[in-house]
C-alpha cells in the first residue's frame, strides 16, 4: 500500500558495477535495498563487466487509498418511523463502516435505517494506505404543523354565523369535524352553530395525526361578542 516499504534483495557474480534503477542507483554485488514506493514501479538491476551487461526486473504492485465507487440513500426524504436504504460499493479497503450506530459493513451492500430526524450518513473506508470517506444525507419530515386554527369570532348570537380559519404545514390530508369534513391545506369555511361547538382540525400524514380545537360559544344575549377577529 501507499506510505508502505519492500525490499529488494539480488546476488550477482561476476560483474564489476551492479544497479538498480528508479533512483536506486550503484549497489554491491549481494545486498538488499528498502523502497517506499508511492506508484506501480518496475525496478531493473544491471549488471555489468567488459563482456557485456545483464538485467533483471522485479514488479511492485502499489495499493491506493479505499475507492468508494457509489453510496447512496433512497428515497432522499422520508417521514418519521419510516425507512431508507443506504447501498455503497468500495474497493481495495480493509475495513468499511458507517456512523450513526450502523456500523462495520462489507465492501459492498445495502442496509435499512429507519432515523428519526434529518440525518447525515458517513461511510469511511480504511486500508493500510489511509482512508476515504463519502456522505448522504437524507430529510425526516414529523407529523404536520397547524399553524393555526381559529374563529374569526369565538362568541356569537343565536342564528348568526363566523368563520374557521386555518393553515396547516406538511400534510397529506386535512379534515375538520361536525360535517365539514376533507378541506385543504389552508383556508376558511363559513359556520352557523346552533349551539355553543367544538370544531377540531385534523391534519395527517404517514408520521402521524396531529389535532388543533376552537371554540365557539352561542348564546341569545352576546355582550361584545366580538372578542376574535381574523
Known amino acids: 500500500y501507499q506510505s508502505q516499504s519492500a525490499m529488494l534483495n539480488w546476488e550477482v557474480e561476476n560483474a564489476e558495477s551492479v544497479s538498480i534503477d528508479q533512483d536506486v542507483g550503484t549497489v554491491d554485488l549481494i545486498g538488499s535495498k528498502e523502497v517506499t514506493p508511492d506508484a506501480n514501479t518496475e525496478y531493473t538491476l544491471t549488471a555489468s563487466n567488459p563482456a557485456g551487461s545483464s538485467k533483471r526486473t522485479v514488479q511492485i504492485e502499489v495499493k491506493g487509498k479505499p475507492e468508494i465507487k457509489s453510496f447512496s440513500i433512497d428515497p432522499k426524504s422520508i417521514y418519521q418511523s419510516q ?38 450518513y458517513t461511510l469511511t473506508a480504511s486500508n493500510p494506505a489511509g482512508s476515504s470517506k463519502r456522505t448522504v444525507q437524507i430529510e425526516v419530515k414529523g407529523k404536520p404543523e397547524i399553524a393555526f386554527f381559529k ?60 389535532t388543533a380545537t376552537t371554540k365557539i360559544k352561542v348564546s341569545d344575549v352576546v355582550s361584545g361578542y366580538c372578542t376574535k377577529y381574523c
Open 83 to 120: 425507512s431508507a436504504m443506504l447501498n455503497w460499493e468500495v474497493e481495495n479497503a480493509e475495513s468499511v463502516s458507517i456512523d450513526q450506530d450502523v456500523g462495520t459493513v462489507d465492501l459492498c451492500g445495502p442496509k435499512e435505517v429507519t432515523p428519526d430526524a434529518n440525518t447525515e
Open 151 to 210: 374563529a374569526c369570532l369565538d362568541r356569537i348570537p343565536t342564528y348568526t354565523s363566523t368563520e374557521l380559519k386555518w393553515e396547516v404545514i406538511n400534510a397529506e390530508s386535512v379534515s375538520i369535524d361536525n360535517n365539514i369534513g376533507s378541506v385543504g391545506p389552508s383556508g376558511t369555511k363559513p359556520v352557523s352553530p346552533i349551539e355553543t361547538t367544538t370544531y377540531a382540525l385534523t391534519a395527517t400524514n404517514p408520521a402521524g395525526p396531529k
